[in-house]
């Protein structure tokens, strides 16, 4: 299984900061990983897929990029409703496995 | 609108089965696929498995061969996933959610709606 490492755990920032959150697979793949956002007591929501596609009706202030085995998730300018948990998932390969989560705090 | 809606909580006894209902509207059952994510109190995602609602392959996790069974109903436009010999560790809130579109090959790009969970508690 192909085990994918989320860091930081825990991204404590502001209002307007523009963030980072780093996924790492255990091994190397091509495109295909995709990233979520979820809401406490609520269902994930698809973000991106094909590591830089980003979902219909999503802010463009959320971007994926990312190969090889290191793929990132960068909000540009951080909003109120943005403080979330974000996990990625590849799904080159099964089972398409998680990251562990990173959740996203205010500072 | 496109949604899935999912049956209500559950609570059953170690060792015994639940069937968990997934409901399409708003969009053609068998033009896409079904996927299962369950997650576990306070935990992360964790990928159970897929249905072709069009010719009802499917294709589980190892992690669960052998203790689950995802079936449809075209003609409900409905989705199920059963997990047998349950534990207290399946204790968990289970999601469908549709992912990749069935025809004419498969082709996955995330999992773009999801019902909104039903609660399995597994306890004595």
């Known amino acids: 299984d192909i085990q994918m490492t989320q860091s930081p755990s825990t991204l404590s920032a502001s209002v307007g900061d523009r963030v980072t959150i780093t996924c790492r697979a255990s091994q190397s793949f091509s495109s295909w990983l995709a990233w979520y956002q979820q809401k406490p007591g609520k269902a994930p929501k698809l973000l991106i897929y094909?590591?830089?596609s980003l979902e219909s009706g999503v802010p463009s202030r959320f971007s994926g990029s990312g190969s090889g085995t290191d793929f990132t998730l960068t909000i540009s300018s951080l909003q109120p409703d943005d403080f979330a948990t974000y996990y990625c998932q590849q799904y080159y390969s099964y089972p398409y496995t998680f990251g562990q989560g990173t959740k996203l705090e205010i500072k | 609108q496109v949604q899935l809606v999912q049956s209500g909580a559950e609570v059953k006894r170690p060792g015994a089965s639940v069937k968990v209902s997934c409901r399409a509207s708003?969009?053609?059952?068998?033009?896409?696929?079904i996927q299962w994510v369950r997650q576990a109190p306070g935990q992360g995602l964790e990928w159970m498995g897929w249905?072709?609602?069009?010719?009802?392959?499917?294709n589980y996790a190892q992690k669960f061969q052998g203790r689950v069974t995802m079936t449809r109903d075209t003609s409900i436009s409905t989705a199920y996933m059963e997990l047998r010999r349950l534990r207290p560790d399946d204790t968990a809130v289970f999601y469908c959610?549709?992912?990749?579109?069935?025809?004419?090959?498969?082709?996955?790009?995330?999992?773009?709606?999801w019902g909104q969970g039903t609660t399995v508690t597994v306890s004595s």
């Open positions: 094909k590591t830089s």
């Open positions: 959610c549709r992912g990749g579109i069935a025809t004419p090959v498969y082709y996955y790009y995330g999992m773009d709606v």
């Open positions: 249905i072709n609602p069009n010719s009802g392959e499917t």
């Open positions: 708003g969009y053609t059952l068998t033009d896409y696929y």
